[in-house]
Structure formats: structure tokens, C-alpha cells
């Protein structure tokens, strides 16, 4: 019995490599020459008779088409450069939403997103609310990493204690011994975009303060990626990250809105060279839609004290990206180059737009 079994497996080893000998050559054979009917020899020798199955043709190998890239999908050509200029931190200090509220009226910085847990959220809404048009989203937030200057929790505080220090402010840092919830994580996200929304505000997408919750694991991203389907909005992910955590990808649909690339500052770059940075990552910007993550601000008193602990983030730092941004060289260096600005609002609209024409093309 034990032989018998051998032989039928080595039979159908010997079968198997038959049908992929044939296959190999027949691709050979198309290369060769382009006008034979593809997968005829596979069909006669493997699928003899199988038209049965339906209306699909057996006789020719199907591939799936191939996949289009963001900026098709939005109707763009495939080699299209296009850029999210996005400021971090709105609604952090007055001198953060001065700055930004200038580069969005410069044209130059033409997005950024919002932290509802801090002070100085009730004047970015009011900008908001006078200007609609303003690319605005949500930066959620489950950190308060300043020394000085803290803020809590949107949800009660007792519906979210691991998010929570011993005072009640959110976390400084997560620590290898801070064990962070996800439900309660979902919960506090939640109660941000709901404040956001019974503010007036109308966010164009979802991102994440410290990119905690694209790099915290799959557990915390698959809630970021549950509230943006539930809400309607794109959250901020990029394929460039897909190596340092695979669960991203795997994590997505193709309904998910992914852009190609982003860039941000290196801590390493020393102040002189910041525009070299950013002037050589316009210069060799990729095809596809790219966002640059800057933290524009003000260096004044207020800055300054907020950042006093440390420089990173900081007074100056937050001046430097906004010299830059605001720059004529910076709007030289994009017509130079041909790249072109777009923002979530315009990206999830073309989205729309595109998927009620399929849809009534369809119908």
C-alpha cells in the first residue's frame, strides 16, 4: 500500500512538471513569435473540454491587469510628480497656527492637519470655518511629549487610563513598559474626530501625531485604518514604509487610499544645510504623490518656551521649515522641476468623482 501511494505521488510530481515544462515553452514560443494564439498548446494538452466553465476561455492564459498607480487613478500620467506640502502640530501654540495660516495663504504650504487636544484648537477652527476651502485633517494624537506644556486626553479620562500618566496628561513617551490599549486607543481617536466635527471643522483625511499609529504595530494601525473607512476619510500611509513594517501593506485593500513617497527632515541635518535637504528632495522628487511632513512655526517668546526642553521641534527649528516653504526659491525650485501641488481634499474628491463614473457606466 505504502509503495502504491509513492508511486501515484511521484506519478503526479512527474505530471506536474510536465504541465509546467509546457507552459514555459509556450511562453518561449510567444516571445518568439508574437502573433500565435497564447496558451494553445497548455489548453490542448492540460484543459481539453473545460469550455464548460462558464464563458471564461481556457484557452488563453488570463493575467490580471496591471495595477494603476495613485496618480492615474487620479488621472494623472504615470510619471507625474505631485506634492503634498503638510504642516504638522496646528493648534499646538498661536505661533504654529500663525505660521501655517501664512503659508496656506502663501499657496506654497498647501495642507495640514490639526491636534484637538490642545489649546489653541478653537482659533484653528475658526480659520476653518471663515476659509472651508482649507485642506485641514485630523492629527491624531495619544502623546504630550513637552516637559512644560501638556495636554490630556479628549475622552474622559477615566474611560482611557492607559493612555494616561499619573496626572492625567497623555503619555511623554511609550516605554517598553507602557501597555497601551487598543480599545481605549479607538476610543480616544474617536472622541478627537467627533470634537473636531461638533467644532465646525471638516477634516480632509486622518493623520497620526509621531506616527504613532502607522509605526506602533498592526493592532494600533488596523484602528487607524477602521476609523478612517468608518468616517469617509483617507489616513496617511506610504508605500516607502512598507519594508520597515510589512503589516501595513498587508493591512490595506485596494480600496485604501496609499501615496508613494514622504519625506521629511533628518535630525542629523545640521541648520545651514536644511535647504540643501530640501532643495535636493525637490530636485530628485519621484513620479507619484509624495508628502513632505514640515513642522512650520514662528521663532517668538511663545515658541520658545514652549520648546525650551529641547531643541528638536523646537523655536528654530519650526522657523527653518517655514523660511523655507514660504520661499521664492522653494516655488522656483517646483516650477523648475514640473511638480505639481495637490492636497487630500482634491485627492479623495477625484476618487469620488471617478468611482461614480464607474459606477454609472456600469449601471
Known amino acids: 500500500?505504502?509503495?502504491?501511494?509513492?508511486?501515484?505521488?511521484?506519478?503526479?510530481?512527474?505530471?506536474?512538471?510536465?504541465?509546467?515544462?509546457?507552459?514555459?515553452r509556450d511562453r518561449k514560443s510567444r516571445l518568439r513569435y508574437p502573433n500565435k494564439k497564447a496558451g494553445s498548446r497548455?489548453?490542448?494538452?492540460?484543459?481539453?473540454?473545460?469550455?464548460?466553465?462558464?464563458?471564461?476561455?481556457?484557452?488563453?492564459?488570463?493575467?490580471?491587469?496591471?495595477?494603476?498607480?495613485?496618480?492615474?487613478?487620479?488621472?494623472?500620467?504615470?510619471?507625474?510628480?505631485?506634492?503634498?506640502?503638510?504642516?504638522?502640530?496646528?493648534?499646538v501654540t498661536h505661533s504654529v497656527n500663525a505660521a501655517f495660516i501664512r503659508g496656506l495663504e502663501s499657496g506654497l504650504i498647501n495642507s495640514g492637519s490639526v491636534m484637538v487636544t490642545c489649546p489653541w484648537f478653537p482659533e484653528v477652527v475658526a480659520y476653518a470655518r471663515a476659509h472651508p476651502e482649507a485642506d485641514l485633517?485630523?492629527?491624531?494624537?495619544?502623546?504630550?511629549?513637552?516637559?512644560?506644556?501638556?495636554?490630556?486626553?479628549?475622552?474622559?479620562?477615566?474611560?482611557?487610563?492607559?493612555l494616561v500618566d499619573?496626572?492625567?496628561?497623555?503619555?511623554?513617551?511609550?516605554?517598553?513598559?507602557?501597555?497601551?490599549?487598543?480599545?481605549?486607543?479607538?476610543?480616544?481617536?474617536?472622541?478627537?474626530?467627533?470634537?473636531?466635527?461638533?467644532?465646525?471643522?471638516?477634516?480632509?483625511?486622518?493623520?497620526?501625531?509621531q506616527c504613532r499609529l502607522q509605526m506602533g504595530g498592526r493592532n494600533l494601525f488596523l484602528v487607524f485604518l477602521r476609523l478612517g473607512r468608518e468616517y469617509c476619510l483617507p489616513v496617511f500611509v506610504a508605500r516607502n514604509w512598507f519594508v520597515q513594517s510589512p503589516y501595513l501593506e498587508l493591512s490595506l485593500t485596494s480600496n485604501d487610499v496609499v501615496i508613494d513617497h514622504t519625506v521629511t527632515i533628518n535630525l542629523k541635518v545640521a541648520p545651514e544645510e536644511?535647504?540643501?535637504?530640501?532643495?535636493?528632495?525637490?530636485?530628485?522628487?519621484?513620479?507619484?504623490?509624495?508628502?513632505?511632513?514640515?513642522?512650520?512655526?514662528?521663532?517668538?517668546?511663545?515658541?520658545?518656551?514652549?520648546?525650551?526642553?529641547?531643541?528638536?521641534?523646537?523655536?528654530?527649528?519650526?522657523?527653518?521649515?517655514?523660511?523655507?516653504?514660504t520661499s521664492a526659491e522653494f516655488r522656483a525650485l517646483l516650477a523648475k522641476h514640473d511638480v505639481r501641488l495637490i492636497t487630500w481634499r482634491e485627492i479623495a474628491t477625484q476618487l469620488r468623482q471617478r468611482e461614480t463614473r464607474m459606477t454609472n457606466l456600469e449601471s
Open 1 to 24: 500500500m505504502r509503495q502504491r501511494v509513492r508511486y501515484l505521488l511521484q506519478r503526479g510530481l512527474a505530471q506536474l512538471k510536465a504541465v509546467q515544462a509546457m507552459v514555459l
Open 42 to 91: 497548455v489548453a490542448a494538452s492540460v484543459t481539453n473540454g473545460s469550455q464548460g466553465f462558464g464563458d471564461r476561455d481556457f484557452n488563453t492564459i488570463h493575467r490580471p491587469a496591471p495595477r494603476q498607480t495613485l496618480a492615474e487613478r487620479l488621472g494623472y500620467g504615470p510619471a507625474a510628480r505631485l506634492l503634498i506640502v503638510h504642516a504638522d502640530d496646528i493648534a
Open 137 to 162: 485633517g485630523v492629527h491624531l494624537t495619544l502623546t504630550s511629549e513637552r516637559t512644560n506644556y501638556r495636554w490630556g486626553p479628549t475622552a474622559p479620562r477615566m474611560e482611557v487610563p492607559s
Open 166 to 209: 499619573r496626572l492625567g496628561y497623555l503619555h511623554q513617551t511609550w516605554t517598553p513598559e507602557t501597555r497601551v490599549n487598543p480599545h481605549e486607543v479607538e476610543v480616544e481617536l474617536r472622541a478627537q474626530i467627533e470634537k473636531a466635527y461638533a467644532a465646525g471643522l471638516r477634516p480632509t483625511h486622518l493623520d497620526s501625531h
Open 274 to 325: 536644511w535647504p540643501e535637504f530640501y532643495r535636493h528632495a525637490v530636485e530628485s522628487l519621484p513620479s507619484g504623490v509624495t508628502e513632505f511632513v514640515i513642522h512650520p512655526g514662528l521663532d517668538d517668546p511663545e515658541l520658545q518656551a514652549f520648546s525650551e526642553d529641547r531643541p528638536t521641534w523646537g523655536a528654530a527649528w519650526r522657523q527653518r521649515d517655514f523660511d523655507f516653504f
